[in-house]
């Protein structure tokens, strides 16, 4: 479990180069020294992820921010309304930041990130120096909501994994893109698109899968079970399982979870990875999934779903 002396044990692992899995409030991380070119190599290894595919670097708060990243006023007020919390910024990386440059896969631009939870934190504190973290799962595959996920995704990796049970929000942080005229959606995420649109007005919403450099994680294939999605389900098939959503119908499916029985998308963000992991038996000849309202947390949950269900590319 994660007490003072565990923190302070995996700040100094990561000091020292070493990944250690951490909790935050989207998903657990696979965290290691951003200013460490061969601690984020090992990332990139132990996770078999793209090296076009830059990482998410955090910190504590925006002071931390400042010394890696150009704040201008739209971004500080961006990390005021909602850091600490699950958005990540992109913005212009600082020519001093000392930041590994395999850490944002060569771009000029940086992600960053001030996780709420109050285990990361501590860590971060504690470690003293930016941390890149991308979510502790092997590329491609279901993002980690507890420390067992991260156990049996990447266990012979972490040096340790900091366990403080299921993480709260359960699905990945909004990327914003604020290097250009108009904010970007890059990923929806736990800060609702409605929330960023109070703030800022217009934004560009990036179409998925257009192939754009600027956000090389939107592959088209990812977070996928091994067993087949289906999508915006009514009638069950055969021997499937069904991850159903309000008031849906759920009879002749083989088994059922429920992502929030009455409905609330909060509780489905939450519960969404670590149900698919569930369902996602040899005993099922595929996973349904009820239609879930484009809104709110709905339109990150409906991302991944959509991704999930993608054809696959890789293996
Ligand atoms: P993950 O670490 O797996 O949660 O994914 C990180 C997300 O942040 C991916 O979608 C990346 O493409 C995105 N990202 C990280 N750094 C940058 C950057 N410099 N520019 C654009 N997107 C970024
Ligand atoms: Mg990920």
Redesign the pocket.
């Known amino acids: 479990m994660a007490d003072q002396e565990t923190i302070a044990r995996a700040a100094q692992l990561m000091r020292a180069g070493e990944l250690v899995g951490f909790p935050t409030e989207t998903?657990y991380g696979l965290g290691g020294d951003a200013t460490n070119e061969g601690a984020v190599a090992r990332i990139f290894a132990a996770k078999g992820?793209p090296h076009f595919?830059?990482?998410?670097v955090h910190v504590p708060a925006l002071a931390e921010a400042e010394a890696l990243a150009r704040f201008d006023e739209r971004a500080r007020l961006a990390a005021r309304r909602f850091w600490p919390g699950p958005l990540?910024l992109?913005l212009p990386?600082r020519a001093d930041s000392r930041l590994s440059l395999l850490a944002?896969?060569g771009?000029d631009?940086?992600?960053l990130r001030a996780p709420a939870h109050p285990i990361a934190q501590a860590l971060l504190r504690a470690a003293g120096r930016p941390i890149a973290?991308?979510?502790a799962n092997r590329s491609g595959r279901i993002?980690p909501t507890t420390a067992a996920h991260v156990a049996d995704e990447l266990g012979d990796s972490v040096a340790l994994i900091l366990d403080d049970g299921p993480c709260p929000v359960g699905i990945?942080?909004t990327?914003l893109?604020l290097t250009g005229a108009m904010p970007a959606l890059?990923?929806p995420g736990g800060v609702p698109l409605e929330q960023l649109a109070e703030v800022f007005g217009e934004i560009e919403t990036i179409v998925p899968d257009d192939g754009a450099p600027?956000?090389?994680?939107?592959l088209a294939s990812h977070y996928a079970p091994d067993l087949p999605l289906r999508l915006a389900a009514t009638d069950p098939r055969p021997g499937e399982a069904l991850l159903a959503f309000g008031p849906a119908a759920a009879a002749g499916f083989a088994e059922v979870l429920w992502l929030s029985r009455r409905g609330a998308l909060a509780e489905a963000a939450a519960n969404l990875f670590a149900m698919l992991r569930r369902l996602d038996r040899p005993e099922f000849t595929g996973i349904a999934v009820t239609a879930i309202p484009e809104e709110g947390l709905g339109r990150a949950i409906n991302d991944r779903l959509r991704r999930a269900a993608a054809p696959r590319s890789i293996g």
């Open positions: 998903v992820r595919n830059p990482l998410i990540s992109v990386r944002s896969a771009l631009t940086v992600a973290a991308p979510s993002s990945e942080s990327v893109d890059l990923r600027r956000a090389p994680g939107r």
